[in-house]
């Protein structure tokens, strides 16, 4: 799995950001900032996706 797809799947189990924050960090060996850059790119991406709906 990689790291988006943790992210989705976390909040889609209604996790809090800063708990997938913690769990993205632990699961995949990043830094605070790796680890939001990650979930900041998510955002992105869902953001994308709903515009195109």
Do not use: N, P, W
Not at 9 to 34: N, P, R, W, Y
């Amino acid at each position: 799995m990689d790291v988006l797809d943790f992210i989705r799947d976390k909040f889609s189990q209604d996790c809090a950001i800063g708990t997938v924050l913690h769990l993205v960090m632990a699961h995949f060996d990043l830094s605070m900032e790796e680890a939001q850059k990650k979930i900041d790119e998510y955002f992105e991406i869902v953001e994308a996706m709903d515009g195109r709906k």
